[in-house]
Structure formats: structure tokens, C-alpha cells
């Protein structure tokens, strides 16, 4: 069983206290009202003083309006409402009812556009992220300064955001309580994988050019446990080298396909071998694993047919067959420019990747349906051996992480670096935004760069050297109808209008990253907005300076102009929840809403 015995129901709930439960509210409802304000689906009135002279306070009126919230904010950059949860109270008929996030969603329905079929699914998701919070507040607080000095794994389980822009970013709909202690990553539990056996008739395996299966299989498994799976096949009347081996998240096993693949494992296509000896700690994105084990080894992505933030986080088998080839081909990319290779940027490889294809779903589902995409899993590179000594990552996440007492942990960053935020930051945007603009406008070629795909690599004193990104067979794109590309990389080619493409900068990294950033150290004093976005200006005019033959796809694709268009993530949640983007198309599944000025634009040289 999945359960963890050692729990029993009434201690699985423990962390579900009124005192938790209100303020994991507060927090949610403050995201709420700042993001859903971002994306102009609220608009907060300004409370007057007595005198009628403007305040820092706001209000925030319900469908019907019945019901009012007040909060005091700061305004910055991008729109970023930055809201003093302290701040926020709840009125209804002269009486203060207390913050309920799952009744703020509810009275808000209609501005929020939320359907009769996706509202109760969304409360879920909000739920589900309620409890997250509560769970992450029961822990032991861990102060941002000693995060700050953290190892990679401590840092990466010690997140307590999520993603920055959604407020339902916690839902992982179809855990159980016990499933969420033993696999979210914020409880830090040790997982054994499943492994199964996948004959070679109905599954493909793709490698990269410098590694073969067996080669990936003796990096992986020991001979021990090699054998203990060959013996296991040999009971079955089998031979292990008619299959391979296909690593598989337990939740998977159990919930999906034990049950879905039944005909598949009763046939003997599939084979369940048991767990693997390894240790496994489960990453910010769910399915993917960093052997606790042995850290040098791959990371494991498996699919996990669990809905998460607008999508069910499965694998398509018919789409791993190409991830190797798209790595190899954008490693070597990166590899063979002198411009990158400066930045340092470096990628984690997914080098390997294995797909089962059952027959019957095959032929019965439509092309992107879950069903596809039940059975797969790549292997990713670790950043371990990629690193020198005196250097340690982190996930670039932890740039916006604040701890319970509301400090930040990039403050204690720079604060342990012995360098002033300005150069700090500026070593920063060198090593995450140098090598993102590069890409752009010598390649057309664009990531999903946010947080938790992003590792920084630090010095000993806390600054940041350079950068890794992963995560990039199903995020990279080439916008570009001439580019020549491979054909087993034809795959990212994307059709984006003219008038989209600058939008991977402006809301990939600006308007979903460097927004937020932003909003903390000039919140907490530690840099001021005219200060960042100066050294953000700095950054890009240094690139431009640097690459005078592409002045004029500067001029084209202008990262100083004066607004660029409002692309609202929680839109696209809020409108479908089960998926949010059409994969086929995203560019065409955007939400744009009028525009934001950009901050970059009073620095145009």
C-alpha cells in the first residue's frame, strides 16, 4: 500500500488547525486580490481619508455587493499590487467576517468569469492549496538567512510559494491526504519508484547519441538489483531483455495503472518488478525525482496522472520519442556559441526517455487525450557533476521566497555576498537574462525560464555564477518559419505572430518573474525600483551593445517600448482547469488584456 502506516487518520489532518486554516486563508485571499487585480479581473476602489485625501487603502466589492474587503497596498511596476495581508478584513451588513478563501472565489464568481463546471473543480484546487500552506506553516520554520546558506534538496523542499502568478497552485487533485505526506515535495519524504517492465513490442526507448540503454540501465540500477529484476522474469517464464525498464511514480502504479493497463499487465506486456533501492525526493513540479541516493545519478520525470495547475501532469509516450534528439541538438546549440558559453548557461540534458503504447487507448483517444499519456518517463541529467568546487545551486525559485517573518531570502543573498544589491543583481540578470536574450534574437529561440525550471549556480559567498536550464523538450520553442532544424527536432518549431514572439521575454521573465523580485527588495528597502530596473536596462543595453549585427531585429522586437501586452496566466486557469493551453497552439490560447507599461521604457537609449 501507499499509505504510511505509521500515520493514523486523525494524525494525517494534524497540520488542519483553526489557527493554520486562518491564516493560510489570509495568504490565499491576499494573492488573490493582488494577482486577479494584476490581471484586471478586479478593480479596487481607493478608500478617501476623512479629509478626502488619497491613502494606501483599497476596496474590493463583491458580485452582489454585499460583501466588501479592505486591504492597504503598494503599488509597483508592472502593476504589481503588493498587499499587506495583515491589512485585509472582510464586511458584510456592518459586522467583519472572517477571511474564507473558498467564499472569496464564490463571491467573486462572476468577475472571475468562472463557469457553473469549473467552479467547483477550482474550489477544490483552492482547497487543496489551503491545506498545502497549513502543512508547510505546521513545519519547524526555517529563517530565509539560514535557507540562504542551505544545501540544493533543503532549499528546494523549504519553497512555500508555488508558482509566483497562480493562486491555485497547490491543487494535485487526486492525492489522497496520505499520498500528499508521502509525495509533495514540501513534506521531504523519501520515495522508492516503481518499476515495471514494458516489452519492446508495444514501447520505445530513445537515447542521446552519447548513451545507449544499456549503458543508462548500469548508471541507474545496480547489478544487484538488475538481477533481482531478471530473476523476478524468469518466475514469469520471461526474459528481461525482451522489455525495458520503465521507472514509474508509486501513486501511478496503484491509482492508474494497476487498474486502466490491467489487460496490458495481464498479458504480460506489462510486468511490475517492485521498488527500486534507490531514494528519491519528489521536486517543486511533482513527478520529477532527484536520487537522494546517489545525487549524481539522473533525475527521474515519470508521468503522474494527477490535475495541477490547468493541466493532468501525465507523459506522452508518442512525445518522449523526440526529447533526446531536441536535447542533443540545443546542448550542442549552446555548446558551439561563444556568446553563451561567456554566460556560462549550461542545460540539463534529458538524455533518455521511455514510452508505452497500449493499443486499445491508442486507437480510441484523441490526439493529447490523458489516456496517452499514462506510461512514460525521461531521464534528466543531475547538476551535481556539473558543479566546481566552492559552487552550490539553487533553485531560482528561492529568489522569491519569504519566510514567516516576512524576510527574503535574495536579501540574505546579497547580504551574505558582501556586495552592494545593485552589482548583485547585475551578476544575476548576467548569468539568467544575458543568455535568454541571446537566444531570442540570434536563434528565435525562447525557454520557459520561471523559477522552478531555472537553477542558479552560487559562489560560496551567495552570488550568483551562472545558470542551468531544464525542463526543455516540452517548453522550448523555435520561432523561427527558416530556422534549419533536424527533423526529429521539427517537433518545437512554433508558429507565433510577429507581434507574440517578445512576449517570452516581456511575460516569461519580466512581467512572471522579475515583477515579483522586483516588488520584494524594493518593498523591504533592500534596492529601490529605479535602481532595478536600471540594472535590468543596463543588462539588455550591454547584450545590444555587444551584438551590433543584430541591430536590426532590436529595433523590430524593441525591449523598450513603451507598453507590452497583459498575458494573464490565471485567466487561462480560471477559464479551463483541466487544460489550460492547447499544446498543438500556444500562442493561440493566450490572454491578452490590454497592456502594461513597461518599466524599461524610460531607459531606451
Not at 513527478?287 to 495547475?309: D, E
Not at 550542442?332 to 538524455?351: A, K, N, Q, W
Not at 547584450?543 to 523590430?556: D, I, M, N, V
Request: net charge negative; proline share 6%; aromatic share 10%.
Amino acid at each position: 500500500m501507499t499509505t504510511p502506516t505509521s500515520l493514523s487518520p486523525r494524525e494525517a489532518v494534524a497540520h488542519l488547525t483553526p489557527e493554520r486554516w486562518d491564516l493560510a486563508n489570509r495568504l490565499l485571499v491576499r494573492k488573490a486580490l493582488a494577482e486577479f487585480t494584476h490581471e484586471r479581473l478586479l478593480t479596487p476602489a481607493p478608500i478617501p481619508s476623512q479629509d478626502g485625501q488619497p491613502t494606501d487603502r483599497y476596496s474590493v466589492n463583491s458580485d452582489d455587493g454585499t460583501t466588501e474587503y479592505r486591504f492597504t497596498a503598494r503599488q509597483f511596476a508592472l502593476d504589481h499590487w503588493q498587499i499587506d495581508a495583515g491589512s485585509i478584513t472582510r464586511h458584510r451588513d456592518g459586522s467583519q467576517l472572517p477571511l474564507d478563501a473558498l467564499a472569496f472565489i464564490t463571491e467573486l464568481r462572476d468577475s472571475l468569469r468562472l463557469g457553473a463546471e469549473i467552479l467547483p473543480v477550482y474550489l477544490e484546487e483552492i482547497s487543496s492549496t489551503l491545506s498545502s500552506t497549513a502543512f508547510k506553516l505546521a513545519r519547524t520554520p526555517v529563517s530565509a538567512d539560514r535557507l540562504a546558506r542551505s544545501g540544493f534538496q533543503e532549499i528546494e523542499a523549504g519553497m512555500t510559494e508555488g508558482h509566483p502568478c497562480f493562486v491555485a497552485n497547490n491543487g494535485r487533485l487526486g492525492f489522497d491526504i496520505a499520498e500528499y505526506l508521502a509525495y509533495a515535495p514540501e513534506a521531504g519524504a523519501p520515495v522508492r519508484l516503481i518499476w515495471v517492465a514494458a516489452h519492446r513490442d508495444h514501447a520505445t526507448f530513445t537515447a542521446a547519441a552519447d548513451l545507449s540503454y544499456d549503458k543508462l540501465l548500469l548508471s541507474e540500477l545496480s547489478a544487484q538489483t538488475l538481477r533481482r529484476f531478471s530473476a523476478a522474469m524468469k518466475e514469469e517464464g520471461l526474459e528481461l531483455d525482451d522489455y525495458f525498464l520503465i521507472p514509474v511514480h508509486p501513486w501511478q502504479w496503484w491509482n492508474k495503472l494497476s487498474v486502466t493497463f490491467a489487460a496490458e499487465v495481464a498479458r504480460r506486456n506489462l510486468v511490475c518488478l517492485g521498488h527500486g533501492d534507490d531514494e528519491h525526493l519528489a521536486q517543486q513540479s511533482i513527478r520529477t525525482f532527484f536520487n537522494a541516493t546517489n545525487p549524481v545519478k539522473h533525475y527521474v520525470k515519470t508521468a503522474l496522472s494527477v490535475l495541477n495547475m490547468g493541466f493532468l501532469r501525465g507523459l506522452s509516450a508518442e512525445y518522449m520519442k523526440a526529447t533526446p534528439a531536441i536535447n542533443d541538438w540545443l546542448a550542442r546549440l549552446i555548446s558551439e556559441d561563444d556568446v553563451l558559453r561567456e554566460t556560462g548557461l549550461s542545460v540539463l540534458r534529458e538524455c533518455a526517455a521511455v514510452g508505452y503504447h497500449p493499443a486499445p487507448y491508442e486507437a480510441a483517444a484523441a490526439k493529447g487525450s490523458p489516456y496517452l499519456k499514462m506510461l512514460a518517463a525521461l531521464w534528466r541529467e543531475s547538476p551535481v557533476p556539473l558543479l566546481a568546487p566552492g559552487e552550490r545551486p539553487a533553485t531560482m525559485a528561492s529568489l522569491l521566497h519569504t519566510d514567516a517573518e516576512g524576510a527574503s531570502l535574495a536579501t540574505s543573498l546579497i547580504e551574505q555576498s558582501g556586495l552592494d544589491a545593485a552589482t548583485w543583481l547585475r551578476r544575476y540578470l548576467d548569468a539568467y537574462l544575458t543568455p535568454l536574450l541571446h537566444c531570442f534574437y540570434e536563434y528565435d529561440l525562447v525557454f520557459m525560464p520561471h523559477g522552478e525550471n531555472v537553477i542558479l549556480v552560487l559562489d560560496e559567498d551567495g552570488v550568483p555564477k551562472r545558470a542551468i536550464f531544464k525542463d526543455l523538450a516540452e517548453e522550448v520553442a523555435v520561432m523561427s518559419a527558416d530556422a534549419e532544424l533536424p527533423p526529429e527536432v521539427e517537433r518545437i518549431r512554433a508558429d507565433v505572430p510577429e507581434e507574440k514572439k517578445l512576449l517570452s521575454i516581456f511575460t516569461d521573465v519580466f512581467d512572471c518573474f522579475l515583477r515579483f523580485l522586483n516588488g520584494i527588495l524594493a518593498g523591504n528597502g533592500t534596492l529601490d525600483e529605479e535602481a532595478f530596473w536600471s540594472a535590468v536596462a543596463d543588462c539588455v543595453r550591454d547584450y545590444q551593445k555587444s551584438a551590433p549585427h543584430l541591430a536590426e531585429r532590436f529595433e523590430r522586437y524593441d525591449l523598450f517600448a513603451d507598453t507590452f501586452a497583459l498575458s494573464c496566466l490565471n485567466r487561462l486557469q480560471l477559464r479551463n482547469n483541466q487544460q489550460m493551453v492547447d499544446l498543438q497552439d500556444p500562442a493561440g490560447a493566450l490572454q491578452l488584456v490590454g497592456e502594461l507599461e513597461n518599466p524599461l521604457a524610460r531607459f531606451a537609449p
